[in-house]
């Protein structure tokens, strides 16, 4: 188990990896970054919804990243990022979006697309406590590119 709520499976499941035949093990640094995020950011979050979060994406290798066309700085790859979407219908992608900016501790949180009402899924990064920069990104695409702005 990671956390409390996130087994081991759950933290490198990937779809993509799957179908690729690509090995998504994390090292022991990588892992204990995930258990990080899950304490400090996911497991928070959970006991506020008050049950599941569906995990899009959490760990990615390198090979993996690549292949989805992630960015190369991306921090899943280091295991310090968490893609959540709220598919229970407990709460909206928007709502745990402000409940971390307003109520937790963590280095960048990006708006995943969607609109202004709702983003499609909220990324949530954390470092450490020095380290954590508090970053609120909105991703959009222009031209096909992702962009993103600061909100």
Known sequence: MISKHISYKEGVYSITATRRGIDNTPNSEQLDNMELVAEEVFEPLRAYVGGPIKINSFFRCPELNTAIG??????HCKGQAIDIDDTFG?????????????????????????????????????VSPEKNRNRCLKAYRKDGKTQYMVI
């Open 70 to 75: 992630g960015s190369s700085k991306s921090q």
């Open 90 to 126: 407990r709460i909206t992608n928007a709502e745990m979006y402000h409940f971390i900016k307003e109520h937790l501790d963590f280095d960048q949180m990006i708006w995943e697309f969607g609109d202004d009402d709702n983003p499609d899924w909220v990324h949530v990064s954390y």
